[in-house]
């Protein structure tokens, strides 16, 4: 029964991922996400059923456009496979914490969105105001749902605690920002990255943005420091954060608490 649920939450992930390579090619264009129905960018043809089967179709046609034959780039497939992967993830991560269906759609939800800013991010180091109103107003609706049903998905479970989770992440990076635009008259933060925190606050409630905030500065740090190293970057180059919010919160979603609990049992003791 249990393998039974981990291929429907696959395939419904590869259905999302889907639609988010909609999203992500849409948005930072400013395009509307429901007209025109999806079609090839190359000639322009309106796709059909079989060409818009998650992964396999891209398979069957050899990664190319069934009427023009355009090459279609690998990252659509990819995407589909990693929103199924990290689908899996969170709802193994679900049943382990003895969370519910609606534990899992939280989560599902929320790294459905910071899939998509990572991508679009990574590639326009823009982070789409669509993006965060849609996170906001699930965040709303498990702000509503908490309050009569405390759900368990990260940190304690106080009503006011998704509240409260608005205020690390977002105040941290207003100060980041605005201390680069005092000290380096320079942008150091996008709004963007300041924005998207306000929804992830929402999901994970204050403890776990604190982690997801720490978490994503040190991936980020770590990461950059690498891309220097190696050449690919240098100490001047503009490195979207974006993605790297995106690595952290994933990271705290799925071991937040064993890492706030290694750091107070650890860290504070000394």
């Not at 029964?1 to 988010?20: D, N």
């Not at 395009?31 to 322009?44: L, M």
């Not at 199924?84 to 609606?102: E, K, S, W």
């Not at 680069?180 to 306000?198: H, R, S, T, V, W």
Request: with cysteine; charged share 10%.
């Amino acid at each position: 029964m249990i393998i039974m649920e981990y291929i429907f939450v696959f395939v419904f992930g590869l259905l999302i991922g889907s639609f988010l390579n909609v999203c992500i090619w849409r948005l930072p264009r400013e395009e509307s996400i429901v007209k025109p129905p999806s079609h090839c960018v190359g000639c322009g043809n309106r796709l059909g059923p079989l060409d818009l089967v998650p992964v396999f179709s891209f398979l069957f046609l050899r990664g190319r456009c069934r009427y023009c034959k355009v090459k279609i780039s690998v990252k659509y497939p990819l995407i589909e496979l990693l929103t199924g992967v990290v689908f899996i993830a969170l709802y193994i991560r679900t049943l382990n914490i003895g969370g519910n269906l609606v534990d899992f759609a939280a989560s599902a939800f929320l790294m459905s969105i910071l899939i998509a800013v990572f991508f679009i991010d990574l590639e326009h180091m823009i982070i789409p105001d669509g993006l965060v109103i849609t996170g906001l107003v699930g965040g709303a609706a498990v702000f509503v749902y908490n309050i009569f049903m405390p759900i368990q998905i990260y940190g304690d479970r106080n009503w006011w605690n998704p509240l409260l989770g608005l205020l690390p992440g977002s105040i941290f990076w207003l100060l980041i920002g605005s201390l680069g635009m005092l000290i380096y008259k320079d942008d150091a933060m996008g709004g963007g990255d300041i924005k998207i925190f306000a929804p992830i606050g929402i999901f994970l409630g204050w403890k776990m943005t604190i982690v997801a905030t720490l978490s994503s500065v040190f991936i980020g740090g770590f990461v950059s420091l690498i891309l220097i190293l190696v050449g690919i970057k240098n100490r001047k180059s503009t490195i979207p954060f974006g993605p790297f919010i995106v690595i952290g919160t994933f990271v705290t979603m799925m071991w937040g608490t064993e890492i706030l609990n290694w750091y107070v049992n650890n860290m504070l003791a000394f």
